[in-house]
């Protein structure tokens, strides 16, 4: 609610009508209904005198003279000053919640929650379709509207019950840290591509991306970068503002992810964000958190950009904050002729094309995540000229005519749509404001310029061919504005029902704008993420519109009508096939082998199956065939000298037991895993494997594909050990034995061992501090303490326990034992060496590399290989995953076939 009006000595709040309050927003503990007291100035006869006026600890907020007379007029309180001639005079605290809540033409909006609208299960009804999915218990953990858990197709913030992972998949930094803590501005120079690498990719930045977010201006970039070029090394590590090396790399990540080579998916996606690592440590050593600069907000806008469509939303919403934070912090959200008057006109362009764009990203994502508008406090008017006529400044007519256009959009959206559907509150409530709100998207769309507005697919075909950057600004400019003009017809309140034709027509016009961008620019079409949550999101709106109209009696016909449903079957239909396309080349995509030790994890998998079969278009097998589940075998460790194998796994009797109870079930298992141990000597050690796949085929009936038997092998042992060959040869042939009439394909994988290939990798640490006891102590027997730059979970847990080969730059000397630490302080940090003089390598990691390379300590993590490459439909909550999202939209489908045959019977009889 909204008061305006005369000044606060002649305004009178909302009263109650014969003693039935009525809830106000500003004054909802005005407490006048209940006045109907005795007048207790003056004893009565009989009575004891009256008691001292007891104090409320509740704010008054009606009228002085109503409280001091308790004026009570024939049980009706209306207008009390009228009807006393006198003026109603408030406390100070009245008149401040007054001024404070204002009118809406002060630019100010009042929200409180509205009476919620509940559905068949009790639970309140999001009051609006297009944030209504089909997973509701999904959407009850969100903290954050609705809308989150189904609405996109990677991490959404705050939507777990758990603690909130605000760092993206798994809980890993977004911008992995290759650097050391002393190169300074030289180590992300010393990393830049080649020139004529860096100009390609900047190619395809300005082809692909300045576009749709035109951030930099071009000519003054190139003029910088070809300067900067020119520059000796020492002069680029000395001279060099460090944002504007950040805004390289920044770009060259964004490049990278629109590159048209045949480079695998999962490289490109390493260089992108070895970039970005590098944007991102250009900006710490600017220290961008305490000194803002129009580089450093240009370089985290575009670091936004590429979270998002590196499947990082989440930490694009926060990255995002930082940029509008350092936006105020500049004044970028203030008129540029009124905080530097003395800048000249392209400065003051400049701040304003900055602004816009901070001010367009924060309301796009607020959009998708269904969080409140970030940059609402401004008093910058779109009209104000983005042009200069130097020629250094000069810009297209169309880029200006986009950039007002993004930028009127968004000035509507923020608080009319954004700022409801953060609280869940319906974006209109009367029928007027639904009617004066669609006007002024009418008004938006009329201010566009025509090239933006009158187009059709042949048409836009015909121009991408001339002119393909205008093409790129036309669609996504088109499925902004329907998107959002769809979010407004689908909301719906008590009075205001959702327009059902109106909501369907809205979304078709946006998913079709997508529709045509995929056809046109396939490859970019499947980095720009933040496209690909809105054309979801489109289609699971026309989903829930004819889902829901399909239940209600006197709304069946409208489902029925022929037009309507063709045209939105054939949408879905072709974002599935759209999905299918992108699910191809996407990590996400890719279907794992699952460890199965027990049978509650067989029930688990098995009810997973089955609510994966309500959801998708398929039944309870064709789920369960597309699982590869193994099971963990426990080693005796016979022979072995280091015995990990005894702490994974179950026995050879429980496995058979969990393998006869799936396959009982339907669900068939694809094989065994097992470690034998460090340097097994046992001729032996895989008899339990080949025994339990004869078993398995023999009493159950079921031929395994794949046998994991570890590594283990003894290459090199400090015992008397058979010779490799002999050693090999019975492993074979008692395998051989085992298999030699298996039909079909038996694989076979083993780790091979660091001394059988080679030296699989090292690590280099340095030494930070040696400490001796004291100088008498014997360090025989209380040795000197040395701590190292990495400790057991940087990479040293390779080293508990087990002897390797150390090697320092320093000449060879005395050595003898030493304790050595780490950062992590645990008690796994303490290890044997021979000499800690200086920078130390630690040689042959082999299998536990990942045990080091954890990204936090500057070593990448090794690149993944998976065995298959299919969509594995085991766990119900990666329903955000492509596949997950393609068997939704399936089910959707399918629903609407169902619905619309029993209406049709129904109409029939």
Known sequence: MSTSGPSPADWCPTLAIHGIGLQSLAFASTSLANADVKDASTPVDGEKPPKNKQKRNKLTLSCHE???????????????????????????????????????????????????????????????????????????????????SIGLLSNVPYSSPSASN???????????????????????????????????????????????????????????????????????TSSTDPTFVALIFAMLALGTQFVTSTTPFQERKLTAEFYASASSQSLRIATYLSSASL??????????????????????????????????????????????????????????????????????????????????????????????SSSIA???????????????????????????????????????????????????????PDVFRSWDP????????????????????????????????????????????????????????????????????????????????????????????????????????????VRAKADIIRMIQIMKVMGEDSEVARQRYYAVDSLSQVDHILQAAREVAELGDGDVATVLAELKPFCRLISSSKGSDKPFSTHFGVSTEVAFKIIEKAKSDGLTFVGLSGYRGTQNLAKDAFVQFSKLFRDVKGELGIKMKLANIGGGWAGISTKDAPSFTDYNKTTMDDFSSAFADWDGKLTMTT???????????????????????????????????VYLSAGTHHGLKEGSKISFEWHTCHPPGTTGPCVLYGPTCDSDDI??????????????????????????????????????????????????????????????????????RQSLCLMNN
């Open 66 to 148: 109503c409280v001091e007379r308790k004026t009570k007029i024939g049980h009706h309180y209306l207008l009390l000053g009228v009807k006393r001639q006198t003026d109603c005079r408030y406390t100070h605290v009245a008149n401040l919640l007054k001024e404070t809540t204002g009118s809406a033409s002060n630019g100010c909006r009042i929200t409180t929650t509205s009476k919620k609208k509940y559905g068949s299960n009790g639970k309140p009804r999001i009051p609006n379709i297009a944030d209504r999915g089909m997973l509701s218990d999904l959407r009850a953990s969100s903290h954050g509207a609705d809308a989150l």
């Open 166 to 236: 605000v760092f993206g998949i798994g809980s890993e930094h977004p911008f992995v840290n290759y650097w050391t803590g002393e190169g300074g501005l030289h180590d992300p120079i010393s990393v830049l591509p080649e020139k004529i690498q860096a100009d390609i990719l900047l190619s395809r930045y300005f082809e692909c991306v300045d576009p749709v977010y035109p951030v930099i201006h071009r000519q003054t970039f190139y003029a910088d970068y070809e300067y900067f070029w020119q520059l000796k090394q020492q002069e680029k």
């Open 295 to 388: 580089r450093s907000i240009q370089a985290m806008v575009l670091l936004a950009y590429f979270l998002v469509n590196n499947n990082h939303t989440s930490d694009a919403w926060a990255f995002s904050g930082i940029s509008i934070r350092q936006a105020h912090a500049m004044g970028l959200h203030r008129d540029p002729t009124i905080v530097t008057p003395d800048a000249n006109l392209f400065e003051k362009q400049q701040r304003r094309k900055i602004w816009q764009a901070v001010l367009l990203q924060g309301t796009s994502l607020a959009v998708i995540l269904s969080l409140p508008p970030p940059a609402t406090h401004t008093d910058i008017s779109v009209e104000n000229p983005l042009d200069d």
């Open 394 to 448: 000069q810009s297209d007519f169309a880029d200006a005519a986009y950039i007002r256009g993004c930028w009127t959009l968004a000035n509507l959206v923020q608080e009319t749509i954004c700022s409801p559907r953060s609280l869940e509150l319906p974006i209109c409530t009367t029928v007027r404001q639904r009617s004066k709100l669609i006007a002024d998207f009418r008004a938006v769309y009329q201010s566009f």
């Open 458 to 565: 042949d048409r836009i075909t015909a121009m991408a061919k001339t002119n393909k950057r205008v093409v790129r600004q036309t669609l996504f400019l088109t499925n902004n504005y329907f998107h959002n003009l769809m979010l407004v017809y689908a909301s719906e309140s008590p009075d205001v029902p959702a327009n059902i034709h109106a909501t369907l027509d809205a979304a078709h016009d946006a998913i079709t704008a997508f529709f045509t961008f995929f056809s046109l620019f396939e490859i970019e079409a499947c980095a720009w993420w933040g496209f690909n949550h809105r054309a979801f999101l489109e289609a699971l709106c026309i989903g829930n519109v004819l889902s829901e109209t399909a239940l209600e009696p006197e709304d069946r016909n409208k489902v029925t009508e022929g037009p309507l449903l």
């Open 751 to 785: 780790e091979p061992g660091r001394a059988l290939i080679s030296k699989a990798g090292w690590l280099q640490i340095h030494v930070i501090n040696i400490s001796q006891p004291s100088l008498n102590t014997d360090l025989s027997t209380n040795p000197s303490r």
């Open 831 to 900: 290890i044997l060496g021979k000499d800690a003089n200086g920078n130390e390598k630690i040689y042959g990691p082999a299998a536990y590399g990942p045990s080091y390379c954890t990204s936090f300590n500057s070593v990448p993590p090794p690149k993944v290989i998976y065995v298959n490459y299919e969509q594995s439909m085991i766990d119900r909550y990666l329903i955000s995953s492509i596949p997950g999202i393609m068997r939704l939209l399936t089910a959707l489908a399918k629903e609407y076939k169902r619905v619309a």
